[in-house]
């Protein structure tokens, strides 16, 4: 089936440094990548679309500046935490939608971002 | 209002019980609607798509009532290995929105 690989799983990051994590679509082409956050005992919630080759549509709330999304081909998208800081500490997720079969949604394994 | 609401739980039972969760949701032009299991600290995976004339896969069977704007998902004999987080989902143009879930926990 079609698998999105998220790297890294886990990350410890000092406060104000930057953290970039990378969602890959091994087995198909990704033309959209959403990436979701989801803290302790909460829903997951969309951060933002991003879309192959062009500017990511970023949900209500969510600062585009910190939060810098590359979706430059086909099967990579990046999510930027820049300047984290503790509350950002949080899961983040990444997801595509299957353009083929059942038109589903695939999820990556998720990150563990810890900011101290 | 939130756009998914489920009754977060926890919901604790032995092991053989049938257990039941809703969820309503606040777009009424919503066309597909799902649910998710989600693991402690996995990434969710999905359980089954709702159909408005109900739909059953071996255990579970999940109902759709548009009218009423709600989602159930019914559980049958549950099993030790039921205990999760069950999210329902709504897709919404492109995107899915996810209800804050509802915690499973199975007792032998």
């Known amino acids: 089936g079609a698998v999105v690989s998220q790297h890294p799983s886990r990350v410890i990051c000092k406060s104000g440094t930057s953290v970039k994590i990378e969602c890959r679509s091994l087995d198909f082409q990704a033309t959209t990548m959403f990436w979701y956050r989801q803290f302790p005992k909460q829903s997951l919630m969309l951060m933002a679309t991003s879309n192959e080759g062009s500017k990511a549509t970023y949900e209500q709330g969510v600062e585009k500046d910190k939060f810098l999304i590359n979706h430059a081909s086909l099967t990579l998208s990046t999510l930027t935490v820049t300047s984290a800081h503790p509350e950002d500490s949080s899961f983040y997720i990444c997801s595509a939608r299957l353009l083929t079969g059942d038109y589903g949604y695939t999820f990556g394994s998720g990150t563990r971002l810890t900011v101290v | ?108």
Request: with cysteine; aromatic share 12%; glycine share 6%.
């Open chain 2, 1 to 108: 209002r939130k756009e998914v609401e489920q009754d977060p739980g926890p919901f604790n039972v032995p092991e053989g019980a049938t257990v039941a969760f809703n969820c309503t949701y606040s777009n009424s032009a919503s066309q597909s609607f799902f649910w998710y299991r989600q693991d402690c600290r996995k990434e969710p995976k999905l359980l089954m798509s709702v159909y408005s004339s109900g739909n059953e896969d071996g255990r579970f069977t999940a109902q759709l009532n548009r009218a009423s704007q709600y989602i159930s998902l019914l559980i049958r004999d549950s099993k030790l290995s039921d205990s999760a987080t069950y999210l329902c989902v709504v897709k919404d143009t492109d995107k899915l929105i996810f209800g804050t879930g509802t915690r499973l926990q199975v007792f032998p």
